[in-house]
Nanobody, 122 residues
Framework: VQLQASGGGLVQAGGSLRLTCAAS????????IGWFRQAPGKEREFVSA????????YYADSVKGRFTISSDDAKNTVYLQMNSLKPEDTAVYYC????????????????WGQGTQVTVSS
């Protein structure tokens, strides 16, 4: 499974961005796709996750109500719509695939894409 994250950029506080994670290769309906982020000097943290089948979703408390994760199974693509962005959302955002579980833990994810930079100015 190969993952390609895109859609990052520079935005003012209060603005919006939509990140895209395109998957290629062998994928299964049992897979889950997660978004994580890492700010300079900080550990990688969970943001959101969704199962390919479009069922359960998870959100970190810090983004709940502002971010929305969705999937287009036909396109093997997962989106992360980010609204009401804050400077503390600035980080490199990564998407990852978990073959078996819908998890908040980075160590359970099997495949990782390259990151996309999100910068929110105040």
């Amino acid at each position: 499974v190969q993952l390609q994250a895109s859609g990052g950029g520079l935005v003012q506080a209060g603005g919006s961005l939509r990140l895209t994670c395109a998957a290629s290769g062998r994928t299964f309906s049992s897979y889950a796709i997660g978004w994580f982020r890492q700010a300079p000097g900080k550990e990688r943290e969970f943001v959101s996750a969704i199962r390919w089948s479009g069922g359960s979703t998870y959100y970190a408390d810090s983004v709940k109500g502002r971010f929305t994760i969705s999937s287009d199974d036909a396109k093997n693509t997962v989106y992360l719509q980010m609204n009401s962005l804050k400077p503390e959302d600035t980080a490199v955002y990564y998407c990852a695939a978990d073959r078996n579980t819908l998890s908040r833990k980075a160590e359970t994810y099997d495949y990782w894409g390259q990151g996309t930079q999100v910068t929110v100015s105040s």
